[in-house]
């Protein structure tokens, strides 16, 4: 079965300041990868997707994320977070074969000033 | 950018009454999909939909549960005798086909009081 982990419940990080979020996911096959970001009152955005081929993929929002094969892995990264970056963060895995997505329990992003 | 839309964006109904949530799809996908986010947890799969069928279901989407595509726009979840753990968050998503990102209205938070 699927599954998805992310290891960090909230991080907090400076205005301007780097910004990654762990993702790894349980899957016997060759997963499809997903970032969603929820800001508050508001439905899940699609940040960016791995399907196949280059393995850094760029999203949306400045946002880019590496698919690690041999880790597992599928962690999102910004260079320099904005104030409106603060929301909530799910990874999910789908597959070829399987109509639903996993998500992760999500990554509460606070930026300060 | 087209959306999907979910009405309504908060319903309030007494334990063991029926509560139909609606959706309308982005137009021209053809796969589409409840999932829902009890507060607190992961968001959750409940069943996704294609060509007037399930096509696949969680063990949550038990009897008390129902979908339906009633016209060219609409889709809707029926809940019937409601219960206290039905209190939720429910997302609509829907997909232009199976292998690409799903897209995600901005939920129906439901209160069973």
């Known amino acids: 079965a699927q599954s998805v982990t992310q290891p960090d419940i909230h991080i907090t990080v400076s205005e301007g300041a780097s910004l990654e979020l762990r993702c790894n996911y349980s899957?016997?096959?060759?997963?499809?990868l997903f970032w969603y970001v929820q800001s508050p009152g508001q439905g899940l955005q699609l940040l960016l997707k791995y399907f196949s081929g280059d393995t850094l993929v760029q999203g949306i929002k400045g946002f880019e994320a590496e698919f690690k094969r041999s880790q597992s892995s599928f962690n999102l990264r910004k260079p320099s977070v904005h104030w409106s970056d603060a929301a909530e963060y799910f990874c999910?895995?789908?597959?070829?074969?399987?109509?639903?997505?996993?998500f992760g329990a999500g990554t509460t992003v606070t930026v300060r000033a | 950018e087209p959306e999907v839309t979910q009405t309504p964006s908060h319903q309030v109904t007494q334990m063991g009454q029926e509560v139909i949530l609606r959706c309308v799809p982005i137009?021209?996908?053809?796969?589409f999909y409840w999932y829902r986010q009890i507060l607190g947890q992961k968001v959750e799969f409940l069943v996704s939909f294609y060509n007037n069928e399930i096509s696949e279901k969680s063990e949550i989407f038990d009897d008390q549960f129902s979908v339906e595509r009633p016209d060219g726009s609409n889709f809707t979840l029926k809940i019937r005798s409601t219960k206290l753990e039905d209190s939720a968050m429910y997302f609509c998503a829907s997909s232009l086909i199976k292998d690409q990102p799903q897209h995600f209205g901005d939920g129906t938070r439901l209160s069973i009081l």
């Open positions: 999910a895995v789908g597959a070829s074969n399987d109509y639903k997505l996993s």
């Open positions: 899957y016997g096959a060759t997963p499809y």
């Open positions: 137009s021209n996908h053809l796969y």
